[in-house]
């Protein structure tokens, strides 16, 4: 089926590529290699720990997702993001991410329906997240990561299922294009694996002076009627918090939605 091919090339990519590229081949030696394993996690203990890369995210500034798509940024070791996204009829999703390796970040987000306004508020079971930077791209090649985001949107408790499925395992390339901070975003993820059917996305983001961000994808690439095209900016009035504010479902037979978000990062 379709995701035993998609989950096979992370996992050949994962055990055999990412390795070599990321860490220095030249050196064979046991204490050498587990040296360089250890300083990939970010486990070597420094006075000041070095970046990723020089794409690195140094503050809530960085692009760590679009409206809805992932990008390949991750958190920082040692960080936390939190953020709140107000959508239609007063729904809430919570979302809290911690940076627990150099490029593991792990989190979970609870929705919560109708929480604003004056209906019964309802609430679903919180989901896991998790992401992982493979490869921090050079000159040619993108940068790689792989995670997992198990929210949905918009639940049915008919059906007990959710109208927009979640994005489940997924697989995304960043690449900055033609000038400073100016960069695209493309992948693909597999929602329910009992379907076998795989989606692609892509998206750019542009960020203008550490100030403001802006940024469209067009995402859930599999039928036609199904596809979103979303477009967003985000306001970074602090170093530590930044406001989007979005459009989801742009051009789409379904009603389109207005979406607020507000993003908070620090240490712990």
């Not at 627990?100 to 309802?122: A, H, M, P």
């Not at 499925?165 to 597999?190: P, Q, T, W």
């Not at 203008?208 to 469209?216: D, G, P, R």
Request: aromatic share 16%; with cysteine.
């Amino acid at each position: 089926m379709k995701y035993r091919y998609f989950c096979a090339a992370i996992a050949v990519f994962f055990l055999f590529i990412a390795p070599s590229v990321s860490l220095n081949a030249a050196d064979k030696t046991p204490a050498a290699s587990g040296s360089k394993w250890r300083e990939y996690f970010g486990l070597e203990k420094t006075e000041k720990r070095e970046k990723i890369s020089d794409s690195e995210s140094e503050t809530v500034g960085s692009i760590l997702d679009l409206v809805d798509v992932p990008t390949s940024d991750v958190l920082e070791y040692g960080q936390f993001r939190l953020n709140f996204l107000l959508y239609s009829k007063g729904g809430v999703q919570n979302h809290i991410a911690f940076g627990v390796f150099r490029r593991l970040n792990i989190g979970t987000t609870w929705d919560i329906d109708q929480l604003l306004g004056s209906e019964e508020v309802k609430t679903v079971p919180p989901s896991l997240m998790v992401k992982f930077r493979v490869y921090d791209g050079g000159n040619i090649l993108p940068s790689l990561a792989i995670g997992y985001d198990g929210q949905g949107r918009f639940f049915n408790r008919t059906l007990n299922d959710y109208f927009e499925h979640e994005r489940g395992l997924y697989a995304v390339l960043s690449k900055e294009l033609y000038f400073s901070d100016f960069l695209m975003h493309a992948g693909a993820n597999i929602s329910r694996f009992r379907d076998g059917n795989a989606f692609g996305f892509f998206g750019f983001s542009y960020k203008i002076e550490n100030k403001v961000a802006i940024f469209t994808e067009y995402d859930n690439i599999h039928k036609g009627p199904e596809n979103r095209w979303n477009a967003g900016v985000r306001f970074l009035p602090t170093p530590s918090l930044a406001v989007d504010f979005a459009f989801r479902r742009i051009a789409s037979k379904y009603d389109k939605e207005r979406v607020l978000r507000i993003n908070w990062v620090a240490a712990f």
